[in-house]
């Protein structure tokens, strides 16, 4: 199982899409972020900047695959929504289904 309980962002909701189908479950108060690769703070000789950025296209490109192949939307979809930082509610994340279920109320625990 893949529980969502706070927050996936980012990699985290590559993660947790990545969970096994039927497995992946939300907190009904969870929320998912999805957006593309970022690069934070790069600094370097231009030819070190141009190497990352390739590598962060391909990167890209991967988890826009993995996001697609986990949720049934098309590449198109994935590449529009990652555009900009994505927020999903536990709802929305199951709409996108990025997860699969979400606890609705508490199971009491056997002793």
Request: charged fraction near 25%.
């Amino acid at each position: 199982s893949t529980i969502c309980v706070g927050m996936a962002m980012s990699m985290g909701a590559v993660l947790l899409a990545g969970g096994t189908a039927g497995k992946r479950t939300a907190l009904p108060n969870a929320k998912v972020m999805i957006h593309q690769p970022w690069i934070g703070g790069l600094q370097g000789q231009t030819t070190d900047i141009e190497i990352h950025a390739k590598e962060m296209l391909k990167t890209r490109d991967t988890l826009y695959k993995i996001l697609a192949e986990h949720t049934g939307k098309s590449i198109e979809q994935i590449t529009k929504d990652c555009d900009r930082d994505y927020f999903l509610s536990a709802q929305e994340a199951k709409e996108y289904r990025i997860v699969d279920n979400i606890i609705d109320k508490r199971i009491p625990i056997k002793k």
